[in-house]
Nanobody
Framework: VQLQASGGGLVQAGGSLRLSCAAS????????VGWFRQAPGQERDFVAA????????YYADSVQGRFTISRDNAENTVLLQMNGLKPEDTAVYYC????????????????WGQGTLVTVSS
């Protein structure tokens, strides 16, 4: 599975962005997908994840109620809608795929996209 994240950019606090993770390769629907983010000098943190069919979603406490993850297996795409952005959301955002169940642990994921930069100005 190859992943490509896109949709990052510069936005003012309170604004919105929608990140997209496009997947190629076979059996994408067998994989759960997670979004992670990494700020400069920080560890890579869990943001959100969705299971293989989109019925179950999981969020970090810091984004609960502001971010929404969804997937379209027919289009091999996972979206992360980010509303109410805050300066502390500034980071490089990565999508990743894991065979089987979701996980908040980056090291458990099998495939990673290249990352897309989100910058939120105050």
């Amino acid at each position: 599975v190859q992943l490509q994240a896109s949709g990052g950019g510069l936005v003012q606090a309170g604004g919105s962005l929608r990140l997209s993770c496009a997947a190629s390769g076979r059996a994408f629907s067998n994989y759960a997908v997670g979004w992670f983010r990494q700020a400069p000098g920080q560890e890579r943190d869990f943001v959100a994840a969705v299971n293989w069919d989109g019925d179950n979603t999981y969020y970090a406490d810091s984004v609960q109620g502001r971010f929404t993850i969804s997937r379209d297996n027919a289009e091999n795409t996972v979206l992360l809608q980010m509303n109410g952005l805050k300066p502390e959301d500034t980071a490089v955002y990565y999508c990743a795929a894991i065979l089987g169940s979701t996980s908040p642990l980056p090291y458990e994921y099998d495939y990673w996209g290249q990352g897309t930069l989100v910058t939120v100005s105050s």
